[in-house]
């Protein structure tokens, strides 16, 4: 048995293939816990984050699963059990966003947006919810929404209506599933320095434009995230269910469209 806050426990974490994903996989293997590492389309980034794990003593397998498919959802939740026996946390991670007038929205974009971001967090953990209630175990759910499940973001309707989907289900699900002893909360990150905001970060005006309106100055990093998921999947946040965390420099209290 591993020792820190998590030994003995097994996390599968959405799309740890890559930023914050990866970032919170590692953490959670570093406070002792095995994990069940998921990919879509880097299947390289996945290995890296597998390696480190193992390098840190701790067990992983990597899964290619797309989310926006349910069967993939289910699958996944399958995988972990299968190789590990248990799950007893869930971070839903993965995430996609794209940008673009209202008006030019297309299904295509929308489907791509909702069904990653919305979808995929509701099957994922519904399959992660029966396992738990079929050995009637605790368990821990943690949502990496975004501060734009409350904050606005103009020209990213989809991703807004998704992250806001996200903190209800959050929500909703932190009081049906409360008597079973399962909590679910939401991480909302701000502005994180991940290949997700490359273009923002290559941007340097509006980047200026974003740090004037971030009051603690800068820009967030993947252990700042981090550092709240393995606090949240630990058994010191018995007691937390049913809210969002915001990481974010203070930038929700703060913003002000260019
Ligand atoms: P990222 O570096 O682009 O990572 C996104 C992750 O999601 C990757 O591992 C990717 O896997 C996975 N993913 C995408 N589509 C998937 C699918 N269909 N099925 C399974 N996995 C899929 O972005 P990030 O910044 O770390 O974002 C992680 C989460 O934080 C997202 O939910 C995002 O909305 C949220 N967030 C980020 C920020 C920020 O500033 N960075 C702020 C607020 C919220 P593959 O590459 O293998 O496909």
Redesign the pocket.
Known sequence: MSEGKLAGKVALV????????QGIAIRLAKDGADIVV?????PK??DTTKQQIESLGRKAISVK????KVSDCQSLVQSGIEAFGKLDILIN?????KGSEFVDVTETDYDFVLN??LK?VFFTTQAFVKNLLAKNMPGRIIN?S??HEDMVFPHFASYCAAKGGVRMLMRDLAVELGPKNITVNNIA????I????QSLLDDKPKLNALLQNIPLGRMGTVDDVSALAAFLASDEAAYVTGSTYFVDGGLIRNYHEQ
Do not use: F, H, K, M
């Open positions: 959405t799309g740890s293939s890559s930023g914050i994903g998921n990919y879509s389309g880097n980034g996945a699963a797309d989310l926006s991670n993965a995430g996609v966003e990653v971001n995929g990496i975004s501060v990150p701000g502005a994180i991940t290949p997700i905001n």
